[in-house]
Every structure is written in structure tokens, then in C-alpha cells.
């Protein structure tokens, strides 16, 4: 097998967000600080911390503002949040964020499970976020959710993500982020996708957020790497998933992901061993071992 790869991929760490609000343990701003610090100390540049969303629904976020404001500032970091409405938009603006993932789950039942919102209503408000945040000059991030597939529906039209691929990036998204929510993704359907989209994105890059429900996602990472993608999201440990998707687990692990690029010498700047440490922490306060692998040979 001759596959060409990427000499430098660059890794979104979406552990304190996606991982955290997974959690039903509340986690204390401190060890949030804590381990966001760490992570940046590890070499990652790219940090989604919060999720700008209603406090009463999902309460590990409710120090969102807070936890903005004590975040460590360090040249060439960048750290960005999820909003799931304008308010949410408003929110991450008002608290200083510059850059705001939007995103949209292509599942009408999957919609309605998780932002309470049919399709058809979570992308008309998903567009109107666009607009809002880049009236304040944020960068955007659309993100589409179940991209292949869902448990609820089965196969999601491939035509479908395609459009509102071309819908976001009419509207001036800086970034597309295609979403393996329910982890049904396979090697095959990420470079027949990718065949179709990348044509579409022209120069605007594709990020691949993969869950690894169903064992596959590192497989997929270097499926993605071969078409040409270098932006992927991993999460410390492998923590979050889907809290509506049955039997879920969490993002592929980012040290489990560092390491595959380090096989293949491929240049990502993360400390492995740096991102262990912050991992072996929140298990120890979690009282209880994440999906991950390598963080627990690292001890």
C-alpha cells in the first residue's frame, strides 16, 4: 500500500469542551484551568474550551465566561467555543472569544435529540449564526453532524452534506468540519466524500471531528490523510461522545492520534507525554479509566 500523507497535520483538541459536558461529574473551573493550561504547555495551539449553550441543560458549562477570562495567553494559541444559537453567538463575542464553531446535525431525529430543532430549523438558525458571527468578525467554523450516517435514520444523503457544504461556504464560513457523530464512517465513504467535497471547498480547509464508536477511527484518520486533510479534532484521553447516541464513545484520543502521526513521521508539535499527564489526572478525579490508549502507557 503506497499512501501519500501530510508532512504536518495540526490537531484541534476538543477535550475541555466536547469531553467535559460529556461528564455528569462536575469538573471545578480550577481543574479546568489546569488542564487547559497543561494541554498548551504540550504544544497544542488549537483549544475548544466551552460551549455557549443554556447552563440549566448542560450545567458543566456554565462557567464558560469565567473560565475565559482566566485562560492562560500564549502567542500562537487559539482557543474557540460551540454555540448552538445566536444567543450562544452573542455569548462567546461578548466574553471575547474570536473564533465559533456553528454546527448542525444532517439527522432530523438526531436534530430534534440534540438541539431540540428539526433539520430544517437547525440550519436556518445555523445560517443565521453564520451571519451574526461574522457581523462581529469572528471566525467561523460550520460543523455538520452525522455526515455519515445515523443511528436513528440510517444512511444521510450524501447530496445533502454536500449542499449545506456549498450553503456554508456561500456564506463565508472559514473552516468546514465534518462530523462522524455516531461513528459510522469507513474508509471508503470518507475518500468518496471527500472526492466530491474537496472540489466544492476549493482553498477553505476541511477538519474531520471522528468518533470512534465502532473501532474505526484512526483508520479513517489516514483515510482522510490520503485525500489530503491535515486538520483533525481529538479529545485528551478519548472522552466525550454523544450523549443521544446509543452505546457512544468518545473522540479519538489524542495522544492515540499523536502517536500514529509520530509512526509515520508525520510533524504534529504535541508533547505526548505532556498531554498523558493532564489525561492521568482527570482520571484520577474522574475516578474511572477513558477510551484512550497511549495515555496510560505514559505513566
Do not use: W
Amino acid at each position: 500500500m503506497n499512501l501519500k500523507f501530510p508532512k504536518k497535520v495540526t490537531l484541534f483538541e476538543v477535550g475541555p469542551r466536547d469531553g467535559f459536558q460529556f461528564e455528569t461529574k462536575m469538573i471545578p473551573t480550577e481543574l479546568k484551568i489546569e488542564i487547559i493550561s497543561c494541554l498548551v504547555n504540550a504544544g497544542i495551539k488549537n483549544i475548544q474550551v466551552a460551549s455557549f449553550v443554556n447552563p440549566r441543560l448542560v450545567p458543566q458549562m456554565a462557567d464558560a465566561e469565567a473560565l475565559l477570562q482566566r485562560l492562560p495567553k500564549k502567542k500562537g494559541v487559539t482557543y474557540s467555543g460551540l454555540a448552538l444559537n445566536p444567543i450562544g453567538v452573542d455569548r462567546a463575542h461578548s466574553a471575547g472569544l474570536n473564533h465559533i464553531e456553528i454546527s448542525i446535525s444532517a439527522s432530523d431525529i438526531h436534530s430534534r435529540k440534540n438541539a431540540n430543532m428539526t433539520f430544517e430549523q437547525a440550519f436556518e438558525n445555523g445560517k443565521k449564526m453564520v451571519k451574526l458571527a461574522r457581523k462581529h468578525n469572528m471566525h467561523v467554523r460550520a460543523g455538520i453532524q452525522c455526515a455519515f450516517g445515523c443511528v436513528f435514520e440510517g444512511k444521510i444523503s450524501q447530496e445533502k452534506i454536500l449542499e449545506m457544504t456549498r450553503i456554508f461556504l456561500d456564506l463565508g464560513v472559514d473552516m468546514m468540519a465534518i462530523s462522524d457523530t455516531t461513528g459510522m464512517a469507513t474508509p471508503a465513504g470518507i475518500t468518496d466524500l471527500l472526492e466530491k467535497m474537496m472540489p466544492i471547498a476549493g482553498n477553505t480547509p476541511i477538519a474531520f471531528h471522528l468518533h470512534d464508536i465502532r473501532g474505526l477511527g484512526l483508520v479513517n484518520v489516514t483515510a482522510a490523510m490520503s485525500c489530503g486533510i491535515t486538520h483533525f479534532d481529538t479529545s485528551l484521553a478519548g472522552m466525550g461522545g454523544c450523549p443521544f447516541i446509543p452505546g457512544a464513545s468518545g473522540n479519538i484520543a489524542t495522544e492515540d492520534t499523536a502517536y500514529l502521526m509520530e509512526s509515520l513521521n508525520i510533524e504534529t508539535g504535541i508533547d505526548i507525554r505532556a498531554v498523558s499527564r493532564c489525561s492521568l489526572k482527570l482520571e484520577e478525579f474522574m475516578g474511572k479509566p477513558f477510551p484512550g490508549k497511549i495515555y496510560r502507557t505514559m505513566s
